[in-house]
């Protein structure tokens, strides 16, 4: 198949791109650039390098697609609380070129990157699924929430099979510490400099990771084959913030230090995914959190 890869430049997008090349698939980026180019995006791939919400040109460049593939977004929850609009051109406003874009290039299937922000503060009740009624609490939580109900009104209307990936906390080789990076990346970046690992509040802070290979894996499954649906993308594992230091300490063979900061205000206590529905699907994460650090650690320092 061919397949259009919107933000394949970046973190998650580069190795999509890669599992889509391995799955037999001809994948085409479309991204902007704006926030430079994963050195993990092979260099054979085909690249427009192009905002998404530019259609027509986009159409001139790439004719025809079988598949879209919709990375392309700004991810950071500060500062789509600072710039909302600029936050809801990028996440809404481009997330419906990119439907459009698919029914343009006459794509069969559409699938789409949302987020575990879409269920807001669980409040206890562990672990979320995807029947779960949605609360996000933040305009990028908003914002996903509007590309999800965009994804599956375009599927009833155009007739393109609507997929809507919700993705836990991602982790792996390529993602950075700038901004909003993740968790992952900012103790590696902490370790690598000597320094000690950034702790808010007590650090029994529960999260989902998932590394980004089966992520990747997650987007090509079943590619062109269906079914419509929504499906949580995670472990099903939760794992404290203090356990993720000690464990990345150890890859690192570095002694665990903490720098203790307050607890940082809205952040959700505990979330994990109920995967029982993507394991219906016939997906399941592969990768241990032990061996995906081990992974994300030697990439670092290579």
């Known amino acids: 198949m061919r397949v259009l890869v919107t933000g394949g430049a970046g973190f998650i997008g580069a190795h999509v791109?890669?599992?889509l090349l391995l799955a037999g698939h001809e994948p085409v980026v479309v991204d902007r650039l704006d926030r430079g180019r994963s050195p993990y995006l092979p260099d054979a791939v085909a690249l427009v390098p192009e905002d998404v919400r530019r259609v027509d040109a986009v159409v001139r460049a790439?004719?025809?697609?079988?598949?879209?593939?919709?990375?392309?977004?700004?991810?950071?929850v500060p500062e789509g609380e600072q710039d909302p609009l600029a936050l809801v051109e990028d996440n809404v406003g481009g997330t419906m070129a990119a439907l459009v874009l698919a029914?343009?290039?006459?794509?069969?299937?559409?699938?789409?990157?949302s987020t575990a922000a879409v269920y807001g503060d669980p409040r206890g009740r562990l672990p979320l699924a995807e029947r779960r009624a949605l609360r996000p609490e933040s305009f990028y939580g908003l914002s996903k929430q509007a590309g999800e109900d965009l994804v599956r009104r375009f599927g009833v209307t155009r007739g393109i099979t609507p997929v809507v990936l919700r993705l836990a906390n991602v982790y792996g080789p390529g993602q950075t510490a700038a901004g909003e990076g993740g968790v992952v990346a900012q103790f590696c970046d902490r370790l690598a400099r000597g320094l000690p690992l950034v702790r808010h509040g007590d650090g029994e802070q529960t999260r989902d990771f998932v590394y980004v290979g089966d992520v990747?894996?997650?987007?090509?499954h079943r590619l062109g084959r269906g079914p419509a649906g929504t499906y949580n993308v995670g472990t099903g594992t939760?794992?404290?913030?203090?356990?993720?230091?000690?464990?990345?300490?150890a890859c690192a063979g570095r002694p665990l230090a903490w720098e203790d900061a307050p607890p940082r205000p809205g952040d959700v206590r505990a979330s994990v995914f109920d995967v029982r529905r993507s394991r219906?699907?016939?997906?399941?994460?592969?990768?241990?959190?032990?061996e995906g650090l081990a992974r994300t650690w030697e990439a670092w320092t290579t």
């Not at 697609?65 to 991810?75: K, P």
């Not at 029914?103 to 990157?113: M, Q, S, T, V, Y």
């Not at 219906?280 to 032990?290: D, I, K, M, N, Y």
């Open 17 to 19: 791109t890669e599992a």
């Open 62 to 76: 790439v004719a025809a697609a079988d598949a879209v593939i919709h990375l392309a977004a700004r991810v950071s």
């Open 103 to 113: 029914e343009r290039l006459g794509a069969r299937e559409f699938r789409f990157a």
């Open 216 to 220: 990747a894996r997650a987007f090509v």
């Open 238 to 249: 939760a794992t404290s913030v203090n356990r993720l230091g000690a464990l990345l300490a």
């Open 280 to 290: 219906r699907w016939g997906f399941a994460a592969a990768v241990a959190l032990e």
